[in-house]
């Protein structure tokens, strides 16, 4: 399934809605359309790349490779693998989020992802096929939104 740009981003705002940092925000969408996989097409994907997306290192969990890292690097794998096995016409709807999690106690970045059958979900690459959240989960101060 596709999604217009425009499509997306009002999804994105009806879930967001006073979520966004008073002091700075920005949101913004690399593509017109994107591919909105299954949730359990994503979890294949992870599955299949959990050893490449969440490598543990001695440099996992300290500034050398932290949540950013971990975001940044799921978000260019998808775009690998896109390219390369899954040859959907436009890119996965997968982006990176910087703001307030549930599961941790400072301000973190994760990973968005659209699906076709379960809406938006957060996804925190360094935790595997046990990284899925609700989206509810995004307590919000969102400063940072890139698809």
Not at 14 to 33: H, I, L, R
Not at 85 to 112: P, Q, R, T, Y
Request: glycine share 6%.
């Amino acid at each position: 399934m596709y999604i217009q740009k425009e499509e997306l981003r009002k999804l994105i705002l009806e879930n967001t809605k006073g979520k966004w940092s008073a002091k700075s925000s920005f949101m913004t969408f690399s593509d017109n359309n994107f591919y909105l996989p299954s949730y359990e097409e994503f979890c294949n994907y992870i599955r299949a790349n959990e050893s490449v997306l969440a490598p543990k290192t001695e440099l996992s969990k300290t500034e050398g490779f932290d949540c950013e890292d971990y975001s940044f690097l799921l978000k260019g794998h998808v775009g690998l693998y896109n390219r390369e096995v899954a040859k959907k016409e436009h890119s996965w709807a997968v982006g990176i989020i910087w703001a307030n999690f549930s599961w941790i106690e400072k301000f973190h970045a994760a990973n968005l992802l659209a699906t076709s059958d379960k809406g938006l979900m957060l996804f925190e690459p360094q935790y595997g096929v046990n990284g899925f959240y609700q989206f509810t989960k995004c307590f919000g101060q969102i400063c940072l939104l890139i698809v």
